[in-house]
């Protein structure tokens, strides 16, 4: 059934290429909205907001989560979505981006972009009429962590006040945007990672800085068992993201002491939530008995892509 619009979230920010680009209360605008939207459709309730709009989406990096979410997303918001991978457009072939963003903005009512370098898509938004969303750069991935706080949202009731602790390589865009996020969100971090695998510094220092100005803190350890303490919610990610695929065999023993498994999540809150991007590898990052178990929410969270994906893109290309 389909149901008159209703007022979106406004938003500061054009374009979304890092979660940083949204307010505190930003945020909490499009979480809520999302669940809205959430519940509205599980009642076969669909709002129109994007009729007659097209979300072109562009892909240099293959994805599951990302197409599905955005495209179904588009859909159910009564738009179109047009998916773009690097053989489909002149990219490779020498057209510059300018000129890409430039005529694409022609055609289409907003942009999603899945790459490798961040200056990709700041590149693409500068020459772009129409919004652009990130969906992954290598140090960025914020669609995916407003799903994850909408999902720590929906489950404790809250943001503010919260442990976060997140285990395994620290350098990647799960990192980051978390990070990010967290400190904007009032969220206490902890983190522990193998020496050589830390955060990028520039973005560590600054949401330290964030963290502090919210009255909360983000802190690196050495070892999980000290940074997986009293945490309400533990979350980790593979231990070679997409496009070091050849590491992933050396990664194995760098890695693995820091496992998320039952021994090591015994040390977090009794009702603590499990959080993971996917796919997960079973027995290197997380043991089948921790994602598989009662404290997972991964299911929710992917399920969550789609909805939050849907408030913002109502937000960004609504009317």
């Not at 997303?73 to 773009?84: R, V, W």
């Not at 898509?121 to 962590?145: C, Y």
């Not at 050396?250 to 796919?279: G, M, W």
């Amino acid at each position: 059934m389909t149901v008159q619009n209703k007022q979106k979230p406004s938003l500061s920010t054009k374009h979304l290429l890092r979660i940083t680009d949204l307010t505190q209360e930003e945020i909490k605008g499009l979480i809520e909205d999302a669940i809205v939207l959430k519940r509205e459709q599980q009642k076969g309730l669909f709002h129109h907001h994007l009729q007659g709009k097209t979300l072109g989406m562009i892909f240099e990096k293959s994805s599951t989560r990302t197409r599905v979410s955005f495209e179904v997303g588009m859909k159910q918001l009564g738009g179109d979505a047009l998916f773009l991978s690097s053989r489909d457009i002149q990219l490779e072939r020498g057209e510059t981006i300018a000129d890409t963003a430039k005529v694409l903005s022609r055609y289409v009512d907003g942009l999603m972009i899945r790459t490798f370098a961040h200056e990709t898509i700041e590149e693409f938004a500068k020459h772009s009429d129409v919004p652009v969303i990130n969906g992954l750069t290598d140090p960025h991935h914020p669609t995916q962590v407003l799903a994850d706080l909408m999902t720590i949202y929906e489950k404790k009731g809250k943001l503010r006040g919260l442990k976060l602790c997140y285990i395994g390589d620290g350098n990647n865009n799960m990192t980051h945007s978390l990070l990010e996020g967290a400190a904007l969100c009032g969220i206490e971090m902890t983190l522990a990672s193998p020496g050589g695998y830390e955060p990028n510094p520039a973005i560590l220092k600054n949401a330290q800085k964030v963290a502090a100005q919210q009255g909360t803190s983000i802190e690196m350890y050495d070892h999980p068992t000290e940074a997986i303490k009293d945490a309400d919610i533990v979350v980790t990610d593979v231990w070679a993201s997409m496009g070091e695929e050849g590491e992933a065999e050396a990664r194995k023993s760098i890695f693995s002491a820091f496992q998320v498994n039952q021994e090591l999540t015994s040390y977090a809150k009794p009702d603590y939530l499990f959080l993971h991007c996917l796919p997960a590898h079973r027995g290197e990052e997380v043991t089948a008995d921790v994602i598989d178990g009662k404290h997972s929410v991964v299911f929710d969270e992917a399920e969550n892509r789609l909805h939050a994906q849907k408030a913002l893109m109502k937000a960004l290309m609504g009317v």
